[in-house]
């Protein structure tokens, strides 16, 4: 029952604009419009799309102990980070299993933001003050003081600097995975709409390509999705559900949190960039809470990228089997989704990004995700995933979707 459910604050908005909805994270959320998942994958990697992530959750962590307390729950280095700067990472326990990733925010030596998912708010906080001990830290849940939407796609720049007051400073430089603006109002670095309205805006989406996520009081977000409407309307903004949202990140490599990473060990995957490595080593830089078990693990598993002979899938989940070219079960599927702008050309992946395509290619989709088995494996390496009578071909990638644009810097877009 959706009644049951909670809503964000552009709810009514999605359900007036005939958004076909579904339970996520106990969020009634937006899966697609009628438009449909194709279109809107492709808006964002041809020109962009904008997306409704209300639901995620944030956490204020402030403090002059902050930064030793991240340090230690979180997988990354956090005293090292910059003002303005934010890291991908993961809250995990202290077997090493994943709690939720994240992303967190360093506005000073002493003020963090964690950008956590749907519904993990009071987790993770409880989380953060259960190992707070007697350091001197506030932590504060803001998970209904905030909104949150992402405009993603080459275009992105031009529509949002449309909104944003004192654009050119704004958006001289932001290199990815930096941000502007305070959880103050008056801070001297904040960033405003051009009604006046305080915004924060980072470089930190989760498709893969360039784009920008605002963090905005719920009662004002409503005018600003309209308002971005308005204002990438000649760049054919349109607006993207969860479908898209999942097909883009699986495209981008990109996990999907408590299905690609979950309650098992945080490690053995196409995401240990979020781990703190000594370069050349399997050898942690740092202690932090589930490091040890992570080292110490004697039963392990391997999470591996694949991209299918076509666009045909199998569902995600324990169903679907992994099975090696003479047949033996070696795992499970946990993500298997359909990246609508890749296809292999020679024998190479191409997307609909890639410079120089031929005139005779057509880009028709490929299924692409992550699967988990009891072994290691090769790049290149083929499987089946068998769903009942169903039966694709894949092989391991350390890659997926080629050409995306997230990292390039702005001046690109300008």
Request: with cysteine; hydrophobic share 40%; glycine share 10%.
């Amino acid at each position: 029952m959706t009644d049951n459910l909670r809503k964000t604050p552009l709810h009514a908005w999605h359900r007036n604009a005939g958004a076909n909805m579904a339970d996520f994270g106990g969020f009634d959320m937006p899966l697609w419009y009628d438009t449909g998942v194709k279109t809107e994958h492709l808006a964002v990697l041809i020109s962009a799309g904008m997306f409704d992530t209300s639901h995620m959750d944030c956490i204020r962590v402030r403090g002059k102990d902050s930064p030793a307390l991240l340090d230690f729950c979180f997988t990354r280095h956090i005293s090292d980070l910059s003002s303005g700067r934010c890291a991908y990472g993961a809250f995990l326990d202290a077997q090493g299993h994943c709690i939720d990733d994240a992303i967190v925010y360093r506005f000073s030596d002493v003020s963090f933001m964690v950008c956590v998912n749907a519904g993990m708010g009071a987790s993770i906080t409880g989380h953060l003050v259960l190992h707070s001990n007697e350091k001197s830290v506030e932590i504060k849940d803001l998970s209904e003081q905030l909104a949150k939407l992402d405009v993603q796609g080459k275009n992105a720049l031009k529509i949002v600097s449309g909104v944003i007051r004192d654009k050119e400073t704004v958006f001289n430089t932001m290199p990815y995975f930096s941000f502007k603006g305070d959880l103050e109002p008056e801070a001297s670095n904040g960033v405003s709409l051009v009604d006046g309205t305080p915004v924060i805006v980072s470089r930190t989406g989760y498709t893969g390509e360039f784009g920008f996520e605002i963090f905005i009081a719920p009662d004002k977000v409503e005018k600003l999705w309209c308002n971005l409407l308005d204002a990438g309307s000649p760049y054919g903004l349109i607006p993207c559900g969860l479908g898209a949202r999942d097909s883009l990140r699986a495209g981008a490599c990109l996990p999907l949190s408590h299905q690609d990473i979950g309650h098992f060990p945080f490690i053995n995957h196409p995401w240990e960039f979020a781990l703190p490595f000594k370069a050349g080593t399997r050898r942690f830089t740092k202690t932090f809470l589930g490091s040890q078990s992570l080292m110490d693990l004697e039963q392990q598993s391997f999470t591996y990228a694949f991209v299918g002979d076509s666009l045909r899938k199998v569902t995600a989940g324990d169903a679907a089997r992994v099975l090696t070219e003479q047949g033996k079960d070696i795992g499970m599927v946990l993500t298997c989704a359909t990246d609508m702008g890749i296809f292999w050309h020679e024998d190479t992946i191409i997307s609909v990004n890639t410079p120089n395509l031929p005139p005779d290619v057509t880009i028709k989709g490929l299924a692409c995700g992550f699967v988990m088995v009891n072994q290691p494996l090769d790049m290149g390496t083929r499987l089946s995933l068998v769903e009942g009578k169903r039966k694709i071909g894949v092989r391991l990638v350390s890659d997926i979707r080629p050409d995306r644009t997230a990292r390039l810097a702005i001046k690109h877009f300008k």
